[in-house]
């Protein structure tokens, strides 16, 4: 089992910032792959950005060169830092683990699929404000 836990949400005006952290417990030895989804009421889970255990990263169209996603071992700590925000990046914002080598090969080929990743926060809302 891994736990995750979101932080970092808030507030934001258009053309801001915000550092999101995903904290990892538990099974966390096993997991090969992150990511980063985001989620607006009505509408289906969205991959943001994902992050292989071997370095690869993988992000969305639209948030490709405004968000990086990082993690910190030492800290078993995922973050998205998000730069340049539109209300269009408003949402509930989930941090995702998962252990198995198959799944996560969608990461390597460029990819950020929801039904990739077995393990989920709870998420973090964030509001940008025009």
């Known amino acids: 089992q891994v736990h995750l836990t979101e932080s970092g949400g808030g507030s934001v005006q258009a053309g801001g910032s915000l550092r999101l952290s995903c904290s990892a417990s538990?099974?966390?030895?096993?997991?090969?792959?992150m990511g980063w989804f985001r989620q607006v009421l009505g509408n289906e889970r969205e991959g943001i950005a994902a992050?292989?255990?071997?370095?690869?990263?993988a992000y969305a169209d639209s948030v490709k060169g405004r968000f990086t996603i990082s993690k910190d071992k030492t800290k078993n700590t995922l973050y998205l830092q998000m730069h340049s925000l539109t209300t269009e990046d408003t949402g509930i914002y989930y941090c995702a683990a998962e252990p198995g080598i198959f799944a996560c090969r969608s990461v390597l080929r460029g990819e950020v699929g929801a039904g990739s990743f077995g393990y989920w926060g709870q998420g973090t809302q964030v509001s940008v404000s025009s």
């Open positions: 992050i292989h255990e071997e370095g690869t990263t």
């Open positions: 538990g099974h966390t030895s096993g997991t090969v792959c």
